[in-house]
T-cell receptor, first 114, second 113 residues
Framework: AQSVTQPDIHITVSEGASLELRCNYS??????LFWYVQSPGQGLQLLLK??????LVQGIKGFEAEFKRSQSSFNLRKPSVHWSDAAEYFC????????????FGQGTTLQVKP | NAGVTQTPKFQVLKTGQSMTLQCAQD?????MSWYRQDPGMGLRLIHY???????DQGEVPNGYNVSRSTTEDFPLRLLSAAPSQTSVYFC????????????FGDGTRLSIL
């Protein structure tokens, strides 16, 4: 079955500390992978995406993610967290042949301590 | 450029009432989708459409109807609202080209009493 798992429901980090949000997927074929961020009361904003090529992808707001096929993972990282990064983060997977459908993980809520 | 526009932003219904959530996009995207977001469950696909006149069911279609008469609009209908449909609903659109992400609206927060 196709699925996305974000093992950490809630993470708290201090401002300036590094961040890693985990994402594992189960998919029958090579997937397209996405990270979205949702601020309270807002819609989803695309942080970054992986389709092919370099397995380390750069996104907006200083985020990056690394695709590891052998581990079926697509973890999101940021070297130094800012208070404005507090939000909910979603990992999602889609088919390489675009179908307009995404499978989402449960989400990880990030809290940033001053 | 408005992107994906959802209306209303908030709605409270009584059990058994009907309602249509509106979604419009101005990017000429072929694909449109409806998701619901519930705490601890991420977003789940309700219905989707790959073009005008074509719709299909997603993961959680029961209790919802859709139609796609134009490229721009993709309304979601609740024929008889139930408390289990209390959720935040997101509409998304994308081109049919590969390598393209979905663009999301700001959501409709729906409460069924």
């Amino acid at each position: 079955a196709q699925s996305v798992t974000q093992p950490d429901i809630h993470i708290t980090v201090s401002e300036g500390a590094s961040l890693e949000l985990r994402c594992n997927y189960s998919y029958g074929a090579t997937p397209y992978l996405f990270w979205y961020v949702q601020s309270p009361g807002q819609g989803l904003q695309l942080l970054l995406k992986y389709f092919s090529g370099d397995t380390l992808v750069q996104g907006i707001k200083g985020f990056e993610a690394e695709f590891k096929r052998s581990q079926s993972s697509f973890n999101l990282r940021k070297p130094s967290v800012h208070w404005s990064d507090a939000a909910e983060y979603f990992c999602a997977v889609g088919a390489r042949s675009n179908t307009g459908k995404l499978i989402f993980g449960q989400g990880t809520t990030l809290q940033v301590k001053p | 450029n408005a992107g994906v526009t959802q209306t209303p932003k908030f709605q409270v219904l009584k059990t058994g009432q009907s309602m249509t959530l509106q979604c419009a996009q101005d990017m000429n995207h072929e694909y449109m989708s409806w998701y619901r977001q519930d705490p601890g469950m991420g977003l789940r696909l309700i219905h989707y459409s790959v073009g005008a006149g074509i719709t299909d069911q997603g993961e959680v279609p029961n209790g919802y109807n859709v139609s796609r008469s134009t490229t721009e609009d993709f309304p979601l209908r609740l024929l008889s609202a139930a408390p289990s449909q209390t959720s935040v609903y997101f509409c998304a659109s994308s081109t049919r080209q590969d390598n393209q992400p979905q663009h999301f609206g700001d959501g409709t927060r729906l409460s069924i009493l």
